[in-house]
């Protein structure tokens, strides 16, 4: 499980538009990684909203933001254009990928019934590559204002 002073795995992400993003695109600058669980649910088109309305704030502060989730690219890209989302996203499909590596890809349980989903993460890197500060099992409400705080803090 990734936690505070650990690198991000430099693992490749897929982009909407089908090219590759990795950890190390981001190296020598701050940036965000968030990981929800499902395009078009409420909780996460919620987040996704408020991060790209918050953008221009973190791009002000130098900090790159990237959203995370199991969808495939075609998905993202409906998601993105259903809702005018300026926030960038990226798709984790692989059964190894970079969610499990960094203990984001968790066994849940719903009605009695148990099932691998995402945990609801945030993760601030410094310009070093090391995780600064990690909050997880996020409550969307308050969550972007929180993490901008933390992100012109560093």
């Known amino acids: 499980m990734t936690d505070i002073g650990d690198t991000i795995p430099d693992m490749a992400l897929t982009r909407p538009d089908g090219s590759e993003v990795r950890a190390s695109d981001f190296a020598g600058k701050p940036w965000v990684l968030y990981f929800?669980?499902?395009?078009?649910?409420?909780g996460c088109t919620k987040e996704a909203q408020e991060f790209s309305a918050q953008l221009p704030?973190?791009?002000a502060a130098g900090v790159s933001v990237l959203?995370?989730?199991?969808?495939?690219?075609?998905?993202?890209?409906?998601?993105?254009?259903?809702?005018?989302?300026?926030?960038?996203?990226a798709s984790d499909a692989e059964t190894d990928g970079l969610a499990?590596?960094?203990?984001?890809?968790?066994?849940?349980?719903?009605?009695?019934?148990?099932?691998?989903?995402?945990?609801?993460?945030?993760?601030?890197?410094?310009?070093?590559?090391?995780?600064?500060?990690?909050?997880?099992?996020?409550k969307v409400a308050g969550h972007v204002d929180e993490v901008l705080a933390s992100a012109t803090a560093l």
Request: hydrophobic share 35%; glycine share 10%; proline share 6%.
């Open 36 to 42: 929800y669980p499902k395009d078009d649910t409420t």
């Open 67 to 89: 959203g995370v989730s199991k969808d495939p690219p075609k998905k993202h890209l409906k998601f993105i254009e259903k809702y005018g989302l300026t926030v960038p996203l």
């Open 100 to 138: 499990e590596a960094m203990g984001v890809w968790i066994e849940k349980s719903m009605y009695g019934k148990k099932y691998m989903g995402m945990d609801r993460s945030t993760f601030l890197i410094g310009k070093d590559g090391k995780v600064a500060k990690v909050w997880r099992k996020v």
């Open 57 to 59: 704030a973190f791009v």
